[in-house]
């Protein structure tokens, strides 16, 4: 069972999280393996198909060379003109075997692990060159594995060299009698069968050493149970962070329905337990009134004690300030059903500004 460094087995699967930074790291299962066998596969497939026209290739120019070294003459221009063609006949030749082994080897790692955007694995890493962690990993798990790998890689390609080359050892001692034509079809058929028999074991090892690398990468991302409540805290966020940031949420929104109270038209009132502050706009798009402030005991208390500092009305009716407190949110249109009921509160308010304005105006006429 896998531990971590305080030494608690690692038992519960990777979360989604712990898959993401892994990858951000460049933690990803792969298997070198893989790419070996798809740059080996992209080379013999070149060299099966484009073998005569890389002869051909060779073969005009090392003729063309030949033929003009008796009348050479070493100038500007004809040094130009011969390192033009060796150029030519290098990207001819080369061109092909190293545009499809960049295309093996890309799709071999992106077959393995996707698109993967590694930001943290590209900057440097003093640690890794650490001496005490370099010997820690050379008496790892992991590096005898590596190193059981090459002996068997190193025995199975000798194995498979000694087969091939010993079946066609009697060919060997008849070709100095044959044209080097045909030596050359010799040699290109040994070599791609040789190739070809290693190419085959090596894909077998490539495919177990995958299976085993997904395996290592999976346990090495196990997490243990202290780490699965640690990052759950984490996504949830720390309860005393959120108990503040949810207390400065509720003071910000009282400080907002509180500061609509001087605009509200009336409040309502229990008289001690609810305070309901309503608005009302004659000729607004909406004809209902509107509740803009509500509250019970001390938030009742400071919405009558702003009230009375902004001379709004407040009218004591107790069944409609439960109903508007229990029916109505803040902001929120009354129903129809307290329209009757609201309609006489205003319609005191009204009357009572009505009285108020006739004596002021009495007053001023006196």
């Known amino acids: 069972m896998a531990e971590n460094e305080n030494g608690q087995e690692k038992t519960e699967q990777p979360s989604a999280k712990r898959r993401e930074e892994a990858q951000e790291k460049g933690q990803v299962a792969k298997s070198q393996e893989l790419n070996s066998v798809a740059v080996i596969a992209g080379t013999l497939i070149v060299f099966k198909y484009m073998a005569s026209h890389f002869g051909n290739t060779i073969k005009g120019y090392m003729g063309y060379i030949y033929s003009e070294s008796g009348v050479f003459v070493l100038n500007k221009t004809s040094f130009m003109t011969i390192l033009a063609m060796s150029l030519k006949t290098v990207a001819l030749v080369l061109g092909p075997v190293l545009l499809t082994v960049l295309t093996f080897g890309v799709v071999s790692n992106v077959g393995q692990t996707g698109l993967v955007w590694a930001d943290k694995a590209m900057k440097p890493d003093f640690s890794k060159i650490n001496i005490f962690k370099g010997l820690k990993r050379l008496i790892s798990t992991r590096s005898l594995v590596e190193l059981l790998k090459g002996v068997l890689k190193i025995t199975i390609i000798a194995f498979i060299g000694y087969s091939v080359l010993s079946k066609l050892y009697g060919t060997y001692l008849v070709m100095p009698h044959r ?31 995958f299976a085993y690398q997904r395996y290592e990468h999976e346990k090495s991302l196990k997490m243990t149970k202290d780490e699965v409540k640690d990052e759950a805290k984490q996504a949830e966020g720390d309860p005393k962070v959120k108990s503040r940031i949810k207390s400065i949420m509720r003071q910000r929104i009282m400080e907002r329905m509180m500061s609509k109270v001087p605009e509200a038209t009336v409040v309502v009132t229990n008289p001690t337990h609810y305070a309901v502050a309503l608005k ?56 129809e059903m307290l329209y009757q009921a609201v309609a006489e509160v205003l319609s005191q308010v009204f009357q009572a500004n009505r009285e108020k304005f006739n004596q002021i105006q009495g007053a001023i006429n006196g």
């Open 179 to 209: 044209t080097v034509a045909e030596i050359a079809g010799f040699l290109g058929d040994a070599i791609y069968e040789l190739t070809f028999k290693v190419l085959l074991a090596l894909l077998v090892m490539a495919i177990a050493d």
């Open 280 to 335: 009302y706009e004659p000729g607004s798009k909406s004809d209902a009134p509107m509740v803009v402030a509500k509250g019970k005991n001390l938030i009742a208390q400071k919405i009558k004690e702003i009230a009375a500092e902004h001379d709004v009305p407040v009218i004591e009716n107790k069944p409609l300030a439960r109903s508007l407190y229990a029916m109505v949110e803040v902001d929120q249109e009354i129903p």
